[in-house]
């Protein structure tokens, strides 16, 4: 019987019985995921796997692989599998596309009402004994009401956002690499995007186009008091020259789910900045979504192994 190797424990046990229907299944117990070493070794000889973001599937992983046939990544996003490398090899990379939609774009405007009404600012200071009597200038935030949200990658994310701040009266307006059909926004350049959003909201791929897409030249083009909202990936924002933006006041404030590295390190600056909120990317942490994430990888296996047909198939 074939192998599969799983690299993490799954939502619900009753998931990789079904999988057991239909190969030998290894699942790696431990909370921390394994490391290079410990991958390679629990790979070897396995018809397929189900990977998480945190394995790095790189060139020489799926060389000393030559007996895999299919990675199932239980994400959206597939920037830790080198696609070149694994479509050379013949090895089928499958994804899970649009199931986290609405967790994420709920995620993504949870953050953008916390900054714009400065929770995390308000929440520090009841704990440190500042909150004193009433006044009229003290922790004020910003309106949602005909504030313009500006949107990077006017995909499935970026829609269900947009519809969210619709019915928060908001100027949806959003940039891509052209304008897009039926979005719910209004196309614009990126310096004009920049230039008037009171909120950004970042929705990209990974790649090597995207890779510290904003940097400081983008900061400098936006308001002084504009939130950046990041739930795509980590790598697409410079953080050292975001670290350098807000303590220059160029613009007020960021609300990050993804970092580069994950999980952050402790002594980031980042995590001293009162205008900075990180949240440890729970873009899809919900329990009904990483079922259906699971779920949906698990499919990919056995429809593959089945049928030789994979409904999310990537390469």
């Not at 895999?68 to 830790?80: H, S, Y």
């Not at 910003?142 to 995909?155: M, S």
């Not at 499935?156 to 959003?174: L, Q, R, W």
Request: a positive charge; aromatic letters at 8%.
């Amino acid at each position: 019987m074939d192998k599969i190797f799983i690299t993490r424990m799954l939502p619900d046990p009753e998931l990789i019985e079904k999988l057991k229907e239909h190969f030998k299944v290894e699942v790696w117990e431990k909370s921390l995921p394994p490391n290079p070493e410990e991958l390679l070794i629990k790979s070897k000889n396995c018809w397929g796997m189900l990977t998480m973001l945190t394995e790095k599937i790189d060139k020489d992983f799926i060389k000393k692989n030559q007996e895999l046939k299919i990675i199932a990544n239980m994400a959206v996003g597939f920037d830790n599998i080198d696609i070149a490398a694994a479509k050379k090899q013949k090895i089928m990379i499958t994804n899970t596309p649009d199931v986290l939609t609405e967790s994420t774009a709920e995620l993504t405007f949870a953050l953008l009402l916390l900054m714009a009404k400065r929770l995390p600012e308000a929440n520090t200071a009841v704990f440190k004994d500042q909150w004193g009597p009433w006044h009229p200038n003290w922790m004020l935030g910003k309106d949602l009401k005909n504030a313009n949200l500006g949107i990077i990658g006017p995909g499935k994310i970026a829609t269900a956002v947009a519809k969210i701040a619709k019915s928060f009266s908001m100027k949806i307006n959003y940039y891509g690499r052209k304008p897009k059909v039926n979005f719910p926004g209004t196309y614009m350049k990126l310096d004009q995007l920049l230039a008037t959003s009171d909120y950004l909201s970042i929705h990209l791929s990974l790649n090597q186009e995207t890779h510290h897409f904003l940097n400081s030249s983008h900061f400098k083009k936006m308001k002084k008091d504009a939130i950046l909202i990041n739930t795509s990936r980590g790598k697409i924002i410079n953080q050292n020259h975001l670290l350098q933006a807000i303590n220059s006041n160029d613009i007020g404030g960021a609300a990050l789910d993804v970092t580069d590295p994950e999980p952050i390190g402790s002594d980031s600056p980042l995590l001293k900045m009162q205008k900075i909120f990180i949240s440890p990317h729970l873009g899809s942490a919900t329990q009904a979504t990483r079922y259906k994430m699971a779920s949906m990888a698990i499919d990919n296996l056995i429809l593959y192994k089945t049928k030789n047909y994979c409904p999310n198939a990537i390469v």
